[in-house]
C-alpha cells in the first residue's frame, strides 16, 4: 500500500501555494494524501510554517507536542516542519521538539521528498539554505510539479522575497531578497493552467508593483503590462493579485486593472497605519494623505471597485493622536473590509528592539477593538449597498453550514450564499443579491453563463 501524507498550512498564499508544491512533490515520489480530515493518520506529517505573528510560532509548538505522542506509538511517522518559522528558528525546531524528522526552509521547497527519503535512511536532517539560487528555476515555486486542491482556480508566483525593509516585518528575513520570475515563463505558466481548464489566477508576490525592478539582462516588463498579458489569457476569466505595496501603485497598474475586463474590481492595498509619524517609523514610504490619493485614484478609475486593506495597532511609541490619525484615515478610505492585527514584536526586526516604546497591551486591544467598529461600519455599508444588484458569481461549492446553499465569489471577492440545484465549483453564473450579512450576501440564481472548464477531480483532503 502507498504510503500516505498531509500537509497541515499556516500563515499566506504564498505558503498554501508552497503547500501545493510540496504535494507535488510528494505524490510523484509515490505518496497518497490521506483519505479523510485526520491528518495523524498519515505515515508523513508536513507542517508549512508561519512566524509573521507570534501566535504562528505558539500554535506551530502546540502541533508538534500532539504529533510526539503520536510518534511514540508509530516510530514509522515522520514529521517535517517547513516554511518561514523553519528558515527563522532552524536547529531550535529539533532542540525543542526532538522528534521532527525533518526541517526545510523557504529555499529548498523542491527538496521535500529527497530530504524526508534521506532522514528515512540516515536520519533527522535540518537544511535550511540562505538564498534561493537565482539560476535555480526550482527555486520559483509554480515550478514544480503541483497538486492543486480547486480545479478552477490556481495561484501563480511572480516573484518571491521583498526589498523593503518594514520595521514590523520578518518577511524579507526568512524569504530573502526579492527576485522576479521572467514574464514569459508567467504567461507559459497561465497559458498551461489555462489549457487545464483553470479559469481564475491570482498573481502572488511580497510587492507586486515592484515585480520586474530587479531584473537585469532580459528586457522585463513591470507589473501592469505583466497584468494586461496575463489577463488576455484565453480561456482565463479572472484575474486577482496580491499583495501591492501603496508606495509602488502606480497610475500604469491602475489604468491596466481599469482596461482589462478580467482583473477583478478588487485592490487590496495594505495601510498598516494611518499616522504619518508611525508610516515614517515603519519605513512605509507614504503618509496618510498619499494613500488617501491613491485609493481614490483607484476608485476614479476603475468601476465598482471593493478597496480592503491590512492594519496594524499598537506599533511601537504609538500614541493616541497616532491611532486617531489610524482611525481617521480608514473612515475615509471606506474600506470594504481590512484584517486588522495587534502588534507582534518579531525577533530580528526593527521594530522589535524599541522596548521602551512598547504600548500597554490594554491600550492595544481598547485601539484594536476601536478601530474594529470603524471598519465594520464601511465594510457593512459596502455589503448593504449589494442588494438589489446582479452580481456575477464563481460556485465555490455548497455552503459550509447550510448544504441547501450554494456558495459562490463576487468580482469584488465577497461571498455569496444563494439558492440554486447544486453547480459544479467553478461554474460562472449570475445571482441577485437579496440581503447582506456583515461578511457575506444572500441570494438567488439568476442565470448559468458558463460551465467549469477543468474535469472534475476526486476530492482529496490535503490537511
Ligand atoms: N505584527 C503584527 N502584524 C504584522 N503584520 C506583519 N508583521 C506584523 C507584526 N510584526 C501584518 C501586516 C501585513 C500582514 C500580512 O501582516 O499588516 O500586511
Ligand atoms: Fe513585509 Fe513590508 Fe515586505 Fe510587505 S513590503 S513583506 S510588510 S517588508
Redesign the pocket.
Known amino acids: 500500500m502507498a504510503r500516505t501524507y498531509a500537509i497541515r498550512t499556516f500563515g499566506c498564499q504564498m505558503n498554501e501555494h508552497d503547500s501545493e508544491r510540496i504535494a507535488g512533490l510528494l505524490e510523484a515520489d509515490g505518496l497518497v494524501p490521506v483519505e479523510g480530515d485526520d491528518d495523524t493518520l498519515a505515515d508523513v506529517v508536513v507542517l508549512n510554517t508561519c512566524c509573521i505573528r507570534e501566535n504562528a510560532d505558539n500554535k506551530l509548538y502546540g502541533h508538534l507536542g500532539h504529533l510526539k505522542s503520536l510518534k511514540d506509538r508509530r516510530p514509522d511517522l515522520q514529521i517535517a516542519v517547513a516554511g518561514c518559522l523553519a528558515q527563522k528558528d532552524r536547529e531550535a525546531i529539533r532542540e525543542r521538539a526532538p522528534h521532527v524528522d525533518v526541517v526545510f526552509g523557504t529555499h529548498n521547497v523542491h527538496r521535500a521528498a529527497e530530504l524526508l527519503q534521506q532522514a528515512a535512511t540516515t536520519g533527522p536532517v535540518t537544511e535550511i539554505l540562505e538564498e534561493t539560487v537565482l539560476e535555480d528555476r526550482e527555486a520559483f515555486p509554480s515550478a514544480l510539479p503541483t497538486r492543486r486542491d480547486v480545479g478552477y482556480a490556481a495561484w501563480v508566483t511572480i516573484q518571491i522575497g521583498?526589498d523593503?525593509?518594514?520595521a514590523f516585518?520578518i518577511?524579507?528575513a526568512v524569504r530573502g531578497p526579492e527576485i522576479s520570475r521572467p514574464v514569459d515563463d508567467i504567461v507559459a505558466e497561465v497559458e498551461a493552467l489555462a489549457a487545464d481548464g483553470v479559469t481564475e489566477v491570482t498573481l502572488l508576490g511580497?510587492?507586486v508593483n515592484s515585480f520586474g525592478r530587479d531584473g537585469a539582462g532580459q528586457p522585463r516588463p513591470l507589473f501592469a503590462p505583466l497584468l494586461r498579458a496575463v489577463g488576455a489569457v484565453e480561456g482565463i476569466r479572472r484575474v486577482r493579485y496580491t499583495s501591492p505595496?501603496p508606495k509602488d501603485l502606480r497610475a500604469d497598474t491602475i489604468a491596466a486593472m481599469a482596461e482589462t475586463p478580467t482583473v477583478c474590481e478588487h485592490l487590496h492595498l495594505p495601510l498598516q497605519s494611518g499616522s504619518d509619524r508611525v508610516l515614517a517609523a515603519m519605513h512605509r514610504g507614504y503618509t496618510g494623505e498619499r494613500y488617501l490619493a491613491k485609493v481614490a485614484a483607484a476608485r476614479a478609475a476603475i468601476d465598482d471597485l471593493a478597496v480592503t486593506t491590512d492594519i496594524i495597532v499598537g506599533f511601537p511609541g504609538e500614541t493616541d493622536d497616532d491611532f486617531a490619525d489610524t482611525l481617521a484615515v480608514a473612515a475615509e478610505a471606506r474600506f470594504d473590509g481590512a484584517y486588522t492585527f495587534i502588534y507582534s514584536p518579531r525577533p530580528g526586526t526593527e521594530a522589535a528592539e524599541r522596548v521602551d516604546q512598547f504600548v500597554d497591551p490594554a491600550v492595544v486591544s481598547e485601539r484594536y477593538e476601536r478601530l474594529r467598529v470603524v471598519i465594520d461600519r464601511s465594510a457593512q455599508a459596502a455589503y448593504a449597498e449589494r442588494v438589489g444588484r446582479v452580481e456575477e458569481v464563481v460556485v465555490e461549492g455548497p455552503s459550509r453550514t447550510n448544504p441547501d446553499l450554494t456558495t459562490g465569489r463576487t468580482r469584488q471577492n465577497r461571498l455569496v450564499h444563494f439558492t440554486a440545484e447544486p453547480l459544479r465549483a467553478g461554474t460562472l453564473a449570475t445571482v441577485e443579491i437579496t440581503r447582506a450579512g456583515g461578511h457575506s450576501l444572500r441570494g438567488e440564481l439568476r442565470e448559468v453563463l458558463a460551465a467549469p472548464r477543468h474535469r472534475t477531480r476526486i476530492p482529496v483532503v490535503a490537511g
Do not use: A, D, S, Y
Open positions: 521583498c523593503n525593509k518594514c516585518c518577511v524579507p511580497q510587492n505595496h
